[in-house]
């Protein structure tokens, strides 16, 4: 099979691959024989229960309103840097030297708004805590008429991390959540998986052919979805 890091996937991401997967493979399960067809049972009841706590995790009431917040936070952050980039080609000395301390101190945080939404938000309070600890940072904020986007920035990432510990809350109360069920249903895959492919190897049939090129395909759109980071929450 094609290399396929599905543990990296978001688990809307990693859901609608088991799904597809199951979809590919239901057609033809009576053909593929006992062993494949024992893992195959398996692998749905688990990617059923994973599939229903990760719908019930992106009808949170909470989830738009996340999503919402993440986008204003990453547009304040982007004004930002805009702000300071173009300070930094500034004839006035003051400006300049003010935006080339900001892009400094900035630097561990210039492309927070990639990262995942929780690892974002801890990103802003640290460096919110790092600048108002600094005087220096507060004057050059001002001079170069971005204080104002950093306070509401840092009132954003306030209500952020607020609104996604409350979203956490509320599903942590529910009997299981994605991430509790998604350790069985990655097995599950990974059993499959495996299966197929030893069946194949040793065993081949045009069924299996054709199941196996499905499989494969999917895995070839999906890898590319795969994450550094597994921490993504799944809005």
């Given at each position: 099979?094609?290399g396929l890091r599905s543990s990296h996937l978001s688990n809307h991401n990693a859901n609608s691959l088991f799904q597809s997967t199951i979809q590919v493979a239901i057609p033809v399960q009576s053909q ?204």
């Amino acid at each position: 099979f094609s290399g396929l890091r599905s543990s990296h996937l978001s688990n809307h991401n990693a859901n609608s691959l088991f799904q597809s997967t199951i979809q590919v493979a239901i057609p033809v399960q009576s053909q593929l024989g006992d062993m494949v067809n024992a893992v195959l049972t398996e692998f749905i009841s688990s990617a059923q229960k994973f599939g229903e706590q990760v719908n019930a995790q992106r009808k949170s009431k909470l989830t738009d309103p996340l999503r919402e917040m993440d986008q204003k936070d990453d547009n304040l952050l982007s004004e930002i840097k805009g702000t300071v980039v173009f300070m930094l080609k500034s004839r006035e000395l003051n400006k300049k030297a003010a935006a080339e301390n900001l892009k400094f101190f900035l630097a561990p945080y210039w492309d927070a708004n990639r990262h995942p939404m929780k690892t974002q938000a801890e990103d802003m309070t640290d460096m919110f805590a790092k600048y108002h600890a600094n005087p220096a940072l507060l004057a050059a904020a001002t001079e170069i008429g971005v204080a104002a986007l950093f306070t509401e920035l840092e009132v954003s990432n306030v209500e952020l991390t607020t609104t996604y510990l409350a979203r956490n809350n509320e599903i942590g109360k529910r009997s299981e959540s994605g991430s509790d069920l998604r350790p069985a249903v990655e097995t599950g895959y990974t059993d499959l998986c495996n299966a197929v492919e030893q069946t194949v190897n040793f065993m081949p049939s045009p069924v299996l052919l054709a199941l196996f090129n499905d499989m494969d395909a999917l895995r070839r759109k999906y890898a590319p979805l795969a994450t550094e980071s597994k921490d993504k929450p799944t809005v």
